[in-house]
């Protein structure tokens, strides 16, 4: 081949790389790109040692069931998983409903609309997002609404992140993001005028312990909405098929047990609350949510090459294959659970801290 078939062999070359992973390598929100993918908090050279302690959890149930432990799991699950998150799904880590002529991310947006109008608050308001990742539904949320949004998430690297977007935004005067852990929050008693939580308190081990402090820092006849993960009324534990998924879900989603739809309700009274409307959003005639996750499967090909490619030339940290992989196997599970109708991502509450009753004179 003379000199000019190479030149031109080496630009297509070149070309097909940009067009890789320039192009074909930002998420939908242009939230990250895949060559800037580490491992959040962790250094580049442990990744993958933090991928082997957060399997380690799972070989010690009994530690993921205890609440000192279960901090310390979901910040290494959120490191490895983050930068992941955003370049190949988008800067909202849930998921929502298909909506004929929307497209996915106008459908992730009305989603979490539909959350704050549910709480009924106004501008000015002060909200608070109860796990907020890097705050997606908190900037739709405020755009939307003209609240005050305070974020809490236990993960130092998503508030940092948070605090970029909001600022990129334009959105930095109504966003603030707090680093905590939503089962101590630092928030005054009676301090917000409404909340919500988007598929987050799935990761409590208790998930009474959340919701007496969502119910400790509202102020009386405030609104709570929170989304919940759950296991549906076609979940059969006596089914080896039934509880193979479930489980691969909590696995692949640092999550401590799912619960079943028929607990939520119940666990809200406990804590004080007044329930004031539950719906499965998942149930027709909604579309299905896993949708996105069928149509993504040539994406998740393509994105694991490319993972594979930019660790092997040691761009990407080692152990950077083994979490997107994790999390492919993981996108099967719940695929396989929205099918079989076994598990929800989206099983609502709406609750209310009632009133302080009158003094007696």
């Known amino acids: 081949m003379d000199s000019f078939g190479l030149f031109c062999t080496g630009a297509l070359l070149a070309c097909g790389l940009y067009w890789f992973v320039c192009l074909l390598g930002p998420a939908e929100q242009k939230g990250k790109r895949a060559v800037h993918l580490s491992g959040g908090s962790i250094s580049s050279e442990n990744v993958r040692d933090n991928y082997n302690q957060y399997w380690s959890f799972f070989r010690q149930p009994k530690e993921i069931e205890t609440a000192d432990k279960v901090p310390d799991f979901v910040d290494t699950f959120y490191n490895l998983v983050t930068d992941i998150y955003e370049w190949g799904w988008g800067q909202s880590f849930h998921f929502s409903p298909s909506i004929t002529g929307k497209s996915h991310r106008e459908a992730?947006?009305?989603?979490?609309?539909?959350?704050?109008?549910?709480?009924?608050?106004?501008?000015?308001?002060?909200?608070?997002?109860?796990?907020?990742?890097?705050?997606?539904?908190?900037?739709?949320?405020?755009?939307?609404?003209?609240?005050?949004?305070?974020?809490?998430?236990?993960?130092?690297?998503?508030?940092n992140r948070a605090r970029l977007h909001n600022k990129k935004a334009g959105l930095d005067s109504l966003c603030e993001v707090v680093c905590g852990n939503f089962l101590e929050m630092p928030f005054k008693d009676n301090s917000f005028d409404g909340a919500y939580s988007i598929e987050a308190t799935c990761h409590a081990p208790k998930l009474e312990d959340v919701y007496a402090e969502v119910f400790r820092v509202l102020k009386p006849g405030s609104l709570y909405v929170s989304y919940e993960w759950v296991t549906t009324d076609k979940y059969r534990a006596d089914n080896p098929e039934h509880v193979e998924v479930i489980q691969g879900i909590e696995r692949g989603d640092a999550l401590p047990g799912l619960r079943s739809y028929k607990d939520i309700a119940e666990i809200s009274k406990k804590v004080g609350f007044e329930v004031v409307k539950e719906k499965d959003l998942a149930m027709?005639?909604?579309?299905?949510?896993?949708?996105?996750?069928?149509?993504?499967?040539?994406?998740?090909?393509?994105?694991?090459?490319?993972?594979?490619?930019?660790?092997?030339?040691?761009?990407?940290?080692?152990?950077?294959?083994?979490?997107?992989?994790?999390?492919?196997?993981?996108?099967?599970?719940?695929t396989r659970g929205g099918d079989s109708g076994i598990f929800s991502p989206m099983h609502m509450i709406l609750l209310r801290k009632p009133q302080v009753p009158p003094s007696k004179s």
């Open 108 to 159: 992730t947006r009305l989603h979490e609309e539909m959350a704050v109008d549910l709480i009924q608050v106004k501008p000015g308001d002060r909200i608070l997002d109860v796990g907020c990742g890097v705050g997606g539904p908190m900037r739709a949320i405020a755009a939307h609404s003209r609240a005050n949004v305070v974020g809490i998430t236990i993960n130092d690297y998503q508030v």
């Open 284 to 334: 027709p005639p909604a579309l299905p949510w896993w949708t996105r996750l069928k149509m993504g499967r040539i994406a998740y090909w393509r994105n694991h090459v490319l993972v594979t490619v930019l660790a092997a030339i040691g761009i990407a940290p080692k152990g950077t294959v083994d979490v997107h992989d994790m999390l492919f196997k993981t996108a099967d599970y719940l």
